[in-house]
């Protein structure tokens, strides 16, 4: 389907969530802006009617819909006949020749939202849905507490919609973050503190004010976007599941739904069960999940975020513990990786595949990287890993590793003379030369 | 089609273009790396067998090609039955709302590339099917003289085919456009001089050595990948044409292939023949097209630019003379805009759509909204303009104009006083707020 205007859903469509139940001890709660189980104090998640979901859906259905994530509608919670369809979803999974070859790997596949709509994150999949779910649940005012693709997310979807939008950060932000949430005009908040303190104030604003939290109060919805990237993964292989996946891991909240949508699709009959085996990375400076899962614990001890790889430094995961039980029983690992081998991961994957991206993009081909030469992945295994943001966002982390251009008068002599330099000279010591 | 690797081709495929032939005169050369008529000095374009495309193609079997250009690969100068498809094209074609609204428009549709894969810009087109012939004629190191998009695209998909790769650019280009093509490791060339110095260098340096200049040498294929902006636009629109096409000016290649890209689908029956109108829009401080067609001169005069839009800014542009003729006989207007109208250009539809778009697509929207304001755009003509870079590269450009973050301590008290001061001040007065 390649029509323009919004979204059309397939004939016949009916909501498929019955309701919200709590993680913990299958407590029910009717379908509003609720996201934590008042009885377990466990969070909410949204609950199918999965028999609908058989009866609606066939592998010939999903391929005739949109070219966008509405094309699993029937998997997601929303009601509204026309989403908001901004062209999210759908990004190229493309086989490595390159970077699969230096890495000595046979059947490796990068999953590319560097490139993602609107705002080259993987976080214009879970703001299309959580936005609009706001809408269908009658906020007019929507927000979020943001590590920076997010705040871009959500205000640039927000305008596209027409809702006010209040979006906080921390004050330490990459500039390209900053700008690339400004330019849609909302009201942004840059708060002295790291992701977790934002986090916490945005929880108060949240018990105050009227506002439609996209991962706060509309968690539960807003999460259920990141399932897109296990469905669309397996649909580009041809309808069937990876044996590895390769995520970078935040919350945790991306890792965990990535498996809920494959098992999702064993459910309902699209793909053949199969065991997949899910590693995450974390960076060295916020690796509170990796390094309870080194330790063999089962819970998550918060740290203090310290790391180029700001859009994952979340020190205190909500769903830590979700994935590391995840990692453990699919036989995955969770490593983390220093800032230094960050920039060469994000160098790395740019030389060799043409693919441009941010820190959490470099943690996580670090990652692999380490996994391969530990002899954690097997070259033979079809493993796919997960490139979440656009490298343009986060200019700062690599300006000084890349060299500089060789700067030259417009003549022939002077171009000459600086490729002869060029080609003495090894890339590590490339100065901006005058010739 | 939504298969990950590289692209199928539709069975029975084979190559439908014959010979070059010069634009005056029609002479004849066989299909290598020529550019230029020796005997006429015309450039040459590539000519196809019109009736073998008419049999190989319907527009079934371009909806179930790829997901990329390569659906429309029966149009393009290519014999590989895979070339490089790194994801480029099929783009969203949005039909706006809010800027519509704003406007007093009812029918307007957004192309967007500034998400196109994988480096954002319309000239990831260009430069897959320039490398794909590029490679097909053998040659190891590419090239290319550009302002910006055109490096970063080059370094990228050479970096992913494994090609050897030199790009020459203006040295004062934006930061983001400088890094966004030394990641990829190419030899880079920043060159103190405008965009048409570095063209005439690359000139020499392409009669010296033997590389593949993708836009001198190989530009005759190059530039035909310009045609798959009008050909998604058509299928886009459900197999039709617009009434109105508004687009950016630099060299007036990108404007003068939508138009050959909507006649060929006319004359292989794809579409029914319409009139369509064709606008064009340059920078005020690079404006010689546009003065051109005000003095009503066939000829353009060569200017020297100075203009925050430099992905546009070509002096000296190499088809204006058929852009010119294109805008007069389809009825259209080209205009200019200055520097301060670009930007609230670039604002105006990051606040109404949730695009972000470069400077170029900040000129595009600027002439849109002069040209409705001056009656040249019928309010129920369907009007398509097309949106050719991501602002993510050229952040300089609207730094000032966007507004600071308010910045907050992580308390709620804080929280509440920024926020009631945000609703007091005109977003235009908006400081720095510590509070």
Same mark, same amino acid.
């Given at each position: 389907?390649?029509?323009?205007?919004?979204?059309?859903?397939?004939?016949?469509?009916?909501?498929?969530?019955?309701?919200?139940?709590?993680?913990?001890?299958?407590?029910?709660?009717?379908?509003?802006?609720?996201? $934590?189980?008042?009885?377990?104090?466990?969070?909410?998640?949204?609950?199918?009617?999965?028999?609908?979901?058989?009866?609606?859906?066939?592998?010939?259905?999903?391929?005739?819909?949109?070219?966008?994530?509405?094309?699993?509608?029937?998997?997601?919670?929303?009601?509204?006949?026309?989403?908001?369809?901004?062209?999210?979803?759908?990004?190229?999974?493309?086989?490595?020749?390159?970077?699969?070859?230096?890495?000595?790997?046979?059947?490796?596949?990068?999953? @590319?939202?560097?490139?993602?709509?609107?705002?080259?994150?993987?976080?214009?999949?879970?703001?299309?849905?959580?936005?609009?779910?706001?809408?269908?649940?009658?906020?007019?005012?929507?927000? *979020?507490?943001?590590?920076?693709?997010?705040?871009?997310?959500?205000?640039?979807?927000?305008?596209?919609?027409?809702?006010?939008?209040?979006?906080?950060?921390?004050?330490?932000?990459?500039?390209?973050?900053?700008?690339?949430?400004?330019?849609?005009?909302?009201?942004?908040?840059?708060?002295?503190?790291?992701?977790?303190?934002?986090?916490?104030? *945005?929880?108060?604003?949240?018990?105050?004010?009227?506002?439609?939290? $996209?991962?706060? @109060?509309?968690?539960?919805?807003?999460?259920?976007?990141?399932?897109?990237?296990?469905?669309?993964?397996?649909?580009?292989?041809?309808?069937?599941?990876?044996?590895?996946?390769?995520?970078?891991?935040?919350?945790?909240?991306?890792?965990?739904?990535?498996?809920?949508?494959?098992?999702?699709?064993?459910?309902?009959?699209?793909?053949?069960?199969?065991?997949?085996?899910?590693?995450?990375?974390?960076?060295?400076?916020?690796?509170?999940?990796?390094?309870?899962?080194?330790?063999?614990?089962?819970?998550?001890?918060?740290?203090?975020?310290?790391?180029?790889?700001?859009?994952?430094?979340?020190?205190?995961?909500?769903?830590?513990?979700?994935?590391?039980?995840?990692?453990?029983?699919?036989?995955?690992?969770?490593?983390?990786?220093?800032?230094?081998?960050?920039?060469?991961?994000?160098?790395?994957?740019?030389?060799?595949?043409?693919?441009?991206?941010?820190?959490?993009?470099?943690?996580?081909?670090?990652?692999?990287?380490?996994?391969?030469?530990?002899?954690?992945?097997?070259?033979?295994?079809?493993?796919?890993?997960?490139?979440?943001?656009?490298?343009?966002?986060?200019?700062?982390? $690599?300006?000084?590793?890349?060299?500089?251009?060789?700067?030259?008068?417009?003549?022939?002599?002077?171009?000459?003379?600086?490729?002869?330099?060029?080609?003495?000279?090894?890339?590590?010591?490339?100065?901006?030369?005058?010739?």
């Amino acid at each position: 389907m390649t029509q323009a205007t919004q979204t059309q859903t397939a004939p016949g469509f009916a909501p498929t969530f019955t309701h919200l139940v709590s993680k913990e001890g299958g407590v029910k709660y009717p379908l509003k802006a609720l996201h $934590v189980c008042e009885e377990t104090f466990s969070p909410l998640e949204v609950a199918y009617d999965y028999e609908a979901i058989r009866n609606q859906v066939s592998r010939a259905t999903i391929e005739a819909g949109p070219n966008s994530i509405w094309r699993y509608k029937a998997f997601l919670p929303v009601e509204s006949q026309n989403p908001i369809d901004v062209g999210t979803g759908m990004t190229p999974l493309v086989k490595s020749h390159r970077l699969a070859r230096r890495l000595g790997l046979k059947n490796l596949y990068i999953k @590319n939202d560097a490139v993602n709509m609107p705002t080259l994150s993987f976080k214009d999949r879970v703001v299309s849905v959580a936005l609009t779910r706001a809408k269908e649940l009658g906020f007019t005012t929507v927000s *979020c507490a943001s590590t920076g693709n997010l705040a871009n997310s959500t205000a640039a979807i927000a305008a596209h919609a027409g809702l006010d939008c209040c979006v906080f950060i921390p004050s330490d932000l990459e500039a390209g973050k900053v700008l690339g949430t400004l330019v849609y005009n909302p009201t942004l908040m840059a708060v002295k503190g790291n992701y977790d303190q934002v986090n916490r104030l *945005c929880c108060e604003v949240g018990n105050t004010y009227g506002w439609g939290f $996209v991962n706060i @109060n509309l968690r539960p919805y807003y999460s259920e976007g990141s399932k897109t990237l296990g469905f669309e993964v397996a649909e580009q292989l041809g309808w069937k599941l990876p044996d590895h996946v390769v995520a970078p891991l935040a919350s945790g909240s991306l890792y965990t739904k990535i498996y809920k949508g494959f098992q999702e699709f064993i459910k309902t009959g699209l793909v053949e069960d199969k065991a997949v085996r899910f590693s995450g990375a974390q960076a060295e400076g916020c690796s509170p999940i990796a390094t309870a899962f080194k330790e063999g614990r089962d819970f998550v001890t918060p740290v203090k975020p310290n790391t180029i790889a700001k859009s994952i430094a979340i020190g205190n995961p909500a769903d830590g513990y979700y994935a590391l039980d995840i990692a453990r029983k699919t036989n995955g690992n969770i490593e983390s990786v220093t800032d230094p081998e960050i920039i060469e991961g994000i160098k790395l994957l740019a030389e060799t595949e043409g693919i441009f991206t941010e820190t959490a993009g470099g943690t996580t081909v670090a990652v692999l990287k380490k996994l391969v030469e530990a002899g954690k992945i097997d070259p033979e295994e079809t493993t796919v890993i997960y490139i979440t943001g656009n490298g343009l966002k986060t200019q700062e982390a $690599v300006q000084e590793y890349v060299g500089q251009p060789l700067t030259i008068e417009p003549k022939l002599d002077s171009f000459e003379r600086a490729l002869e330099r060029s080609r003495t000279l090894e890339r590590l010591d490339w100065q901006q030369v005058l010739v």
